[in-house]
């Protein structure tokens, strides 16, 4: 979706016009190599939306795909992360995938957390994704070097994570 307002830094001398800006952004979160057990225990791996755990399933299934859409408004040139999945500051923005002991929300017993960082993403490769009209997609290998559930702070370079940008 794209907003009818243009980008305010399109007054600057150095800015090249793209337009609207696009609204929201949905994401195609690729969750690949879950670990099926901790300590011999069955894991769950789900997406936290405000202060609930979301989509969750059992890491036995070895991969699944999450899709959190988030708002977008312009923050200083910059794009901002709004909704239920964006967590941290404006300046920080980020979602978490969450492991957990339990196969529903009532019962997940939340024992990590990954958080995926999106404040490295520019409007340029937004708009670009909105273009294309499909979801962002990032791929992340969610087993850690000693073969347990993933928790850590992911940005670009990362080893376990990659994003497909335009």
């Excluded at 949905?26 to 011999?40: I, K, M, S, Y």
């Excluded at 936290?48 to 969750?56: A, M, R, Y």
């Excluded at 962002?136 to 994570?161: I, M, Q, W, Y």
């Amino acid at each position: 979706m794209v907003s009818a307002a243009l980008h305010p830094l399109a007054r600057s001398a150095n800015f090249a016009p793209m337009g609207p800006l696009p609204s929201s952004l949905t994401l195609e979160v690729r969750c690949q190599n879950l670990p099926a057990t901790f300590d011999g225990v069955p894991v769950y791996l789900g997406i936290q939306e405000g202060n609930d755990v979301v989509g969750i399933v059992p890491g036995s299934v070895g991969k699944t795909v999450l899709r959190p859409e988030f708002r977008l408004a312009d923050a200083a040139g910059s794009p901002n992360f709004l909704g239920r999945f964006a967590q941290g500051s404006r300046e920080e923005r980020f979602f978490y995938l969450c492991w957990g002991l339990g196969a529903t929300s009532a019962t997940f017993g939340r024992f990590r957390r990954l958080k995926v960082h999106l404040a490295h993403l520019t409007w340029p490769q937004i708009a670009a994704v909105a273009l294309r009209k499909k979801p962002l997609r990032v791929t992340l290998d969610l087993t850690d070097a000693k073969g347990g559930p993933l928790c850590a702070s992911v940005r670009p370079g990362h080893p376990n994570v990659a994003w497909d940008l335009p």
